[in-house]
């Protein structure tokens, strides 16, 4: 019987492994997947700094025209100028003036405005393109290194699934159809330890008489509470 439980237990092992396989391999491309995410992010940040840049480079162009088009204006009026005869025409153009000067004024200082905006945008797109340069690359190594990792645990499922056949196989096949049920039924835990009187499946205490049955391995065990075939395991040994 002690040999019987011994293969439980090494047959609970191996699909605690096999139900572990998938949740690496899960874990490990979502890592990836997260990397790539920010990735993009950036990227489109990338992309919204060099937008912002190029409006503010076509600002610079319809601000030049406002500019350009007022000094036109002073010109054109200063001209008339020797042609008015009333003092009213002649208010009428020094106003004129007086606002195209204005405007110079301003777009001299809205055309700077625009360029430090421009370049500061542009600046933060390449900084930015750098950090995702960077990442990428980092990200490139990773993928082949999760890669090369997927390939082994693959390589250790088929192992660890020939074992499982291999074992079952010398089960009992009443016996090996209970563990399968269990094992459906608990959650992929069919066979598992009582340490201190308590299976260490549901945590429920084992009533004494029947844990120093199982202590002496003579027979199986089931958890009154969850049913889980159980096993002894000394204190100086606890779990292989
Ligand atoms: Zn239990």
Same mark, same amino acid.
């Given at each position: 019987?002690?040999?019987?439980?011994?293969?439980?237990?090494?047959?609970?092992?191996?699909?605690?492994?096999?139900?572990?396989?998938?949740?690496?391999?899960?874990?490990?491309?979502?890592?990836?997947?997260?990397?790539?995410?920010?990735?993009?992010? #950036?990227?489109?940040?990338?992309?919204?700094?060099?937008?912002?840049?190029?409006?503010?480079?076509?600002?610079?162009?319809?601000? #030049?025209?406002?500019?350009?088009?007022?000094?036109?204006?002073? $010109?054109?009026?200063?001209? #008339?100028?020797?042609?008015?005869?009333?003092?009213?025409?002649?208010?009428?153009?020094? $106003?004129?003036?007086?606002?195209?000067?204005?405007?110079?004024?301003?777009?001299?200082?809205?055309?700077?405005?625009?360029?430090?905006?421009?370049?500061?945008?542009?600046?933060?797109?390449?900084?930015?393109?750098?950090?995702?340069?960077?990442?990428?690359?980092?990200?490139?190594?990773?993928?082949?290194?999760?890669?090369?990792?997927?390939?082994?645990?693959?390589?250790?499922?088929?192992?660890?699934?020939?074992?499982?056949?291999?074992?079952?196989?010398?089960?009992?096949?009443?016996?090996? #159809?209970?563990?399968?049920?269990?094992?459906?039924?608990?959650?992929?835990?069919?066979?598992?330890?009582?340490?201190?009187?308590?299976?260490?499946?549901?945590?429920?205490?084992?009533?004494?008489?029947?844990?120093?049955?199982?202590? $002496?391995?003579?027979?199986?065990?089931?958890?009154?509470?969850?049913?889980?075939?159980?096993?002894?395991?000394?204190?100086?040994?606890?779990?292989?």
């Amino acid at each position: 019987m002690k040999e019987e439980i011994e293969k439980l237990i090494a047959l609970q092992e191996l699909n605690t492994e096999m139900s572990q396989f998938d949740q690496h391999i899960a874990e490990k491309m979502q890592t990836l997947k997260e990397r790539e995410q920010s990735i993009e992010e #950036k990227e489109a940040a990338v992309n919204e700094f060099r937008e912002n840049a190029q409006q503010f480079i076509q600002n610079q162009r319809e601000i #030049k025209a406002a500019h350009e088009d007022a000094g036109v204006r002073i $010109k054109e009026r200063q001209n #008339k100028m020797m042609q008015v005869q009333t003092s009213r025409e002649h208010q009428a153009l020094l $106003k004129e003036i007086e606002d195209a000067k204005r405007v110079i004024k301003d777009t001299e200082e809205q055309l700077l405005q625009a360029m430090e905006q421009a370049e500061k945008a542009e600046a933060e797109a390449t900084e930015l393109e750098n950090i995702c340069t960077g990442e990428k690359e980092l990200l490139a190594e990773e993928t082949t290194k999760v890669e090369a990792e997927v390939k082994k645990l693959n390589t250790r499922r088929k192992t660890v699934y020939n074992k499982h056949g291999k074992l079952a196989k010398t089960m009992q096949s009443s016996r090996m #159809k209970r563990y399968e049920k269990l094992l459906k039924k608990r959650d992929g835990l069919a066979v598992v330890a009582v340490v201190d009187g308590v299976c260490q499946g549901c945590f429920m205490a084992i009533p004494p008489q029947q844990f120093n049955e199982i202590r $002496k391995g003579e027979q199986l065990h089931s958890c009154p509470t969850c049913q889980r075939i159980l096993y002894y395991t000394s204190p100086e040994a606890p779990e292989e």
